[in-house]
């Protein structure tokens, strides 16, 4: 049970149901269904033997906003209507009601004896003894839940396996700085979201000690969203005498303005798993890209219905995925046209393909990096799959933690604020990606062509009005480096310049494995996290 834990399975359905009616819905109803009886309580229900494909006019009244202009909000919205991306941003980091802001606590390893109060791992006997000490911790964390949605309690390998994970990141960063840029360069490192500062604490101790000339010229800066975090932050870190090398900026990275000349570290330990996505699902017919959009009525139900594409991220992610030849996102028996015609004619046959979640907020995630840090290295760690996740492509685990189980959810329209909404990463087409945008550098394609050229079918053969010829930047067909012309990465136009690595490899090359290796030689800071990944 508690492996599983360890693989981020943690939530349970919320009590009380959301009521879900869906204009392009991708399951059917029998002729036996019939319409709830009218109470407090409502399932996820389509009454209508016929799925409409028109929307409420009263739901297209609703003003539409962004989880921006829902900050200042103390309370859930009503009368309103939101990409999907806004809902899930809005439902993580609304300051007044977000999970992240008000709900959730990171997991911390107990002051055991261990070193600097972290597990001591050369003490236990195996695996299953670690395992169970981790479960008493975690039973420590929720005593005195109530019977609801209670204390949310979640962790991560740098909390689990303090200090010893964070100084096999602090190796992998100083390693490539004293082989590129000491003691010409500062070492300048960047860290997004720290949670409780426990890695920025672990890479800093590790340098004070190990690398003191390194230190000496060490600028540690946080960019954290959450005010009560950078608080946290701010003052562990300057009680434990970092204060002259860390600075710690209460912002969202996504309104980043300061431009960072010098080389730097960006380093986002399982981070971006909580960046919102949006939904697109295609057209049977036509394979024409709708976007998801969900309204919330009056009384604070969820109605999530689909438009043609409109908004400039979507449009520029599905125009980038199409120009690197990335995956076709639907399901193998829709991508024959014959094939698909027969699904579309059966009786009750969905009018859209499964959802496809798309990592908008990664996108522009990578195109912040290339305006204001343009000669940054990225060390990114995340979860690669993840179990028990809601139908679609790339699709999130919804959870949350009730009497101290966390189970999940069956979809991700859910009670704002009480529930963890966390993605997968697609670590090689986000090397795709990454190395892509980096290597442009000028500004970006115009929006209403790359509107244009995400309503087109993703399985048509044209080319983009905006490449520069077929493939041209593909990795199938990557130009050779060009002597004397760099890219935004500082590197010359057409070098790779990352890697991804499974999370035994990266702790293999950089971490201190003696430092968690049990009596009986297993070593769970390995063995464990088997879905996680590092881009760098």
């Known amino acids: 049970m508690l492996r599983s834990a360890l693989s981020c399975t943690r939530s349970r359905r919320y009590r009380r149901q959301t009521y879900l009616k869906v204009f392009f819905s991708s399951t059917g109803l029998t002729w036996n269904d019939k319409p709830p009886p009218k109470h407090d309580d409502k399932v996820n229900y389509n009454p209508d033997i016929s799925f409409s494909t028109t929307v409420d006019s009263k739901y297209l009244e609703y003003p539409m906003l962004s989880?921006?202009?829902?900050?200042?909000?103390?309370?859930?919205?009503?009368?309103v209507r939101m990409l999907v991306?806004?809902?899930?941003?809005?439902?993580?980091?609304?300051?007044?009601?977000?999970?992240?802001?008000?709900?959730?606590?990171?997991?911390t390893a107990p002051d055991c004896g261990g070193v600097d109060g972290g597990f001591d791992f050369n003490n236990y006997r195996d695996n299953a003894e670690f395992e169970a000490n981790v479960a008493r911790r975690y039973k420590e964390f929720g005593d005195g839940e109530e019977d609801g949605p209670g204390r949310q309690l979640w962790h991560t390998p740098t909390e689990l396996f303090?200090?010893?994970?964070?100084?096999?990141?602090a190796q992998c960063l100083v390693s490539e700085y004293l082989l590129k840029y000491f003691p010409y360069e500062d070492f300048k490192v960047y860290e997004l979201g720290a949670g409780n500062g426990t890695l920025a604490l672990n890479i800093l101790d590790f340098l004070k000690t190990q690398y003191p000339e390194v230190y000496d010229r060490t600028q540690y800066t946080i960019i954290e969203i959450s005010a009560k975090l950078a608080r946290a932050q701010r003052h562990r870190l300057h009680q434990q005498g970092h204060g002259q090398v860390v600075e710690v900026v209460n912002q969202s990275v996504f309104r980043w303005e300061r431009k960072e000349h010098a080389p730097c570290y960006?380093?986002?330990?399982?981070?971006?798993?909580?960046?919102?996505?949006?939904v697109v699902r295609y057209d049977l017919k036509t394979l024409e890209a709708y976007q998801g959009v969900v309204a919330v009525d009056e009384v604070g139900e969820f109605v999530p219905f689909y438009t043609k594409i409109s908004d400039p991220l979507i449009a520029s992610y599905l125009a980038l995925r199409r120009r690197l030849s990335l995956p076709t996102p639907l399901p193998r028996f829709l991508r024959s046209p014959a094939l698909r015609s027969m699904y579309a004619s059966l009786p009750f046959a969905p009018n859209l393909s499964p959802p496809d979640y798309i990592p908008t907020r990664l996108l522009s995630l990578l195109k912040v990096l290339r305006t204001h840090f343009p000669r940054h290295r990225l060390l990114l760690s995340d979860f690669s799959s993840l179990p028990d996740a809601v139908p679609g492509l790339n699709a999130p685990v919804v959870q949350t933690r009730v009497g101290g189980t966390m189970v999940p959810c069956g979809n991700i329209f859910v009670q704002q604020g009480w529930f963890d909404i966390m993605f997968p990463t697609d670590f090689i087409s986000l090397r795709e990606m990454y190395e892509f945008l980096l290597s442009q550098a000028g500004p970006d394609a115009d929006q209403q062509d790359e509107l244009s050229y995400a309503r087109v079918s993703p399985l048509s053969l044209s080319t983009s009005p905006l490449s520069l010829g077929a493939n041209f930047f593909s990795s199938?067909?990557?130009?050779?480096?060009?002597?004397?012309?760099?890219?935004?990465?500082?590197?010359?136009?057409?070098e790779r310049k990352s890697s991804v690595f499974n999370h035994a490899e990266f702790l293999e090359t950089y971490a201190d494995l003696a430092k968690t290796r049990l009596t009986n030689g297993e070593n769970p800071m390995v063995e464990f996290y088997e879905n996680v990944k590092v881009l760098f």
């Open 67 to 79: 989880s921006r202009d829902l900050e200042s909000r103390r309370t859930p919205p009503t009368r």
């Open 85 to 107: 991306r806004d809902f899930i941003e809005d439902s993580l980091y609304n300051p007044h009601y977000g999970y992240f802001s008000k709900r959730a606590t990171i997991f």
């Open 162 to 169: 303090k200090p010893w994970y964070g100084q096999a990141m």
């Open 266 to 278: 960006v380093v986002a330990a399982e981070v971006v798993d909580n960046f919102a996505h949006d």
């Open 476 to 494: 199938r067909a990557r130009r050779s480096p060009l002597d004397g012309v760099t890219s935004a990465s500082g590197l010359p136009v057409g």
